[in-house]
């Protein structure tokens, strides 16, 4: 029982201290490295993207995409180039295996029920459930930092930015820069 | 909006706190399997501390610590630029010993004995331990340049340690007129924070530059030919504060060989300077305690195994952050974070009796130029024949021509960086 005890716990907490196979890094040895950028077990500060508890598969494709270039992006390209296919594929897992947890953020109502209105007729259909919905294509928005969600839709919507998903841009360009603004209060609204 | 971590941390372990098993008061001293030492406080030192504990909370983690606040010198260039508080700079220890259930003690250490594996202090408290983890930071080798003593500091400031430092060099650039020069004496390598100087040169400008000081002259003398993000920090310099700072090389006569305190005047080889501020940062090795437990060779700074971080020269005595050689990656804040957390999970196999599990590592470096212009470097590192190694095509530095809006991005994903790591230390 106590052995389950420590085991279980170790899993839990990350950093296990059982080794791979042979010549195989852990999960925990690959994403708790990346916590001086994206806070503990990726539980970030604003505006770091939270990267806890998103799909596995969402997580292995874009750093898939940041090493490959087809997600354009400051330094993460950099980095991503640093590990193989497999380490990816760990450092996604122990991501994922993580909850998510909505930070409290601030808001602003008005805006919330604008960007409500907005994300109903325009973005429910994949970000379904206000933007909790998460899986491989998608993910989670609800409760993302607010400055991080203006980020990105700003990525999107910049002729400049050439990013992954068509859909996304052609989405993003029929709207305007203060819709893009409601829609971030709108999901940092929600839990 | 750092809370996250906290809660998120406590809800994550709630269960097991409840039990017990988190935090140590519900069991007895003799529950715990073993103990580790750490000497020393920073980012190194503190993160290990934590990582260990969430690693194995029945390894006692022990954090000697000389301050009751650790003042963060990353960042500190952002006081000069009158960015940036000092508070913001300055954690506590409640966190590690509340959350994490790190003893904290507050006294300085005064000797390592690493035969009987015991450790004294100034207040006359032994500690014993079964590893012990010294990160102890930089020490300056007074005397390197004539004249550069611990004296010299209260009118040359190095401001390379936060704290007191800093806000004498910031009260000295603030009684600059227009028109005054300001020295930055840069040190050779190996030193902490490589981009260091440099940034803090454009930060200077850019706080001068507000003050409508734009005759202001800063200039570099440097003991080296060569210095990291070169380029992208001559591209900044140029575009943000035209004409305002001049580097001079090791080559050209930058190297300064002495001083005079009094009259702020430095000396090269064939030249002498006078500023009206004078910042020396001066050249370094490990911090004291290392040197004086026999843990530094012959070049300063302590060698060790670098997939454990034990020390080559002591046994079940690891070494981490800017006090320890550590192959390729630079002596920076993060570096110290993501060494602290392969030397705790090396320690908990070694204490385990399993093998140590293979490394990974990682360094980011940003520099602020102006506020709204960042650039980094960046590196992913494995273990290559013994020594750390960066990963070959990946890493390097922010492209020459990126976009106004990607420089911008890199200054608030710098402050994003600093907030972050402090909170996987100290929160």
């Not at chain 2, 290392?290 to 079940?316: I, M, N, Y």
Request: net charge neutral; charged share 20%.
């Amino acid at each position: 029982m106590k052995h389950l005890m420590l085991a279980l716990l170790a899993t839990f907490v990350g950093l296990s201290s059982a080794p791979g196979a042979f010549g195989q890094v852990t999960p925990s040895m690959l994403g708790n490295a990346c916590a001086g950028c994206h806070g503990t077990k990726g539980y970030s500060a604003e505006p770091m993207p939270i990267i806890s508890g998103l799909s596995q598969e969402y997580l292995a494709q874009t750093m898939k995409d940041y090493r490959s270039g087809r997600r354009p992006s400051t330094i993460m390209g950099r980095l991503a180039k640093g590990y193989g296919e497999d380490e990816i594929e760990a450092m996604a897992t122990f991501f994922a295996a993580q909850v998510w947890m909505s930070p409290d953020q601030e808001f602003d109502p008005e805006l919330v029920e604008k960007g409500r209105k907005i994300h109903e007729q325009q973005c429910e259909t994949c970000h379904r459930d206000n933007g909790r919905h998460s899986d491989s294509q998608t993910p989670r928005i609800a409760g993302q930092w607010r400055r991080y969600l203006e980020v990105v839709m700003e990525e999107y919507w910049r002729p400049d930015r050439k990013m992954p998903h068509v859909f996304m841009t052609v989405i993003l360009s029929r709207l305007h820069s203060g819709d893009l603004k409601a829609l971030a209060h709108f999901y940092a609204s929600q839990r | 909006m750092s809370q996250i971590t906290r809660r998120s941390l406590l809800k994550l372990t709630g269960a097991m706190a409840a039990l017990g098993v988190f935090g140590f008061p519900p069991m007895s001293r003799g529950a715990y399997r073993a103990r580790v030492l750490v000497v020393g406080g920073g980012y190194g030192g503190a993160t290990l501390a934590k990582y260990l504990r969430l690693a194995n909370p029945r390894i006692e983690v022990v954090l000697i610590e000389r301050d009751a606040q650790f003042v963060s010198c990353a960042l500190s260039n952002e006081v000069l630029a009158g960015e940036r508080s000092m508070e913001s700079l300055t954690f506590g220890y409640q966190a590690l010993s509340d959350f994490y259930g790190v003893k904290v003690v507050h006294d300085e250490v005064t000797a390592i004995d690493p035969v009987s594996k015991t450790v004294s202090t100034l207040g006359e408290q032994q500690f014993g331990y079964d590893r012990l983890v010294v990160a102890p930071g930089i020490g300056f080798r007074w005397g390197a340049i004539e004249g550069y003593d611990e004296l010299a500091t209260q009118t040359m400031p190095h401001a390379w340690y936060a704290g007191e430092q800093t806000l004498l060099l910031r009260r000295q650039i603030d009684a600059v007129e227009n028109g005054g020069r300001i020295y930055i004496v840069a040190p050779p390598n190996p030193y902490r924070c490589p981009p260091g100087p440099y940034e803090r040169a454009a930060l200077i400008a850019h706080y001068l530059q507000s003050q409508r000081k734009t005759r202001c002259k800063i200039i570099i003398l440097d003991a080296k030919d060569a210095f990291a993000k070169q380029d992208l920090f001559k591209q900044g310099w140029g575009q943000h504060y035209p004409g305002m700072v001049t580097w001079v090389s090791g080559s050209e006569d930058g190297k300064v060989l002495a001083v005079d305190p009094p009259t702020r005047t430095l000396y090269t080889e064939f030249e002498e300077h006078k500023g009206d501020v004078v910042n020396v940062i001066p050249p370094q090795k490990a911090g004291a305690i290392a040197e004086l437990a026999g843990l530094t060779d012959e070049s300063g700074w302590c060698p060790v195994d670098q997939r454990t971080f034990e020390s080559t020269l002591h046994k079940d005595v690891h070494v981490i952050g800017d006090a320890c050689i550590a192959g390729a990656m630079p002596k920076s804040a993060y570096s110290a974070n993501t060494q602290a957390k392969v030397c705790a999970a090396a320690i908990v196999a070694l204490l385990d009796g399993t093998p140590t599990p293979d490394p990974s590592y990682v360094n980011t470096c940003y520099s602020i130029i102006a506020p709204k212009h960042g650039i980094s470097v960046a590196a992913v590192y494995r273990l290559a024949d013994g020594k750390i190694a960066s990963v070959e095509g990946a890493g390097g530095v922010s492209p020459l021509n990126a976009i106004a809006w990607e420089r911008e991005m890199e200054a608030t994903y710098a402050r994003s960086w600093f907030e972050n790591i402090t909170s996987d230390i100290f929160r």
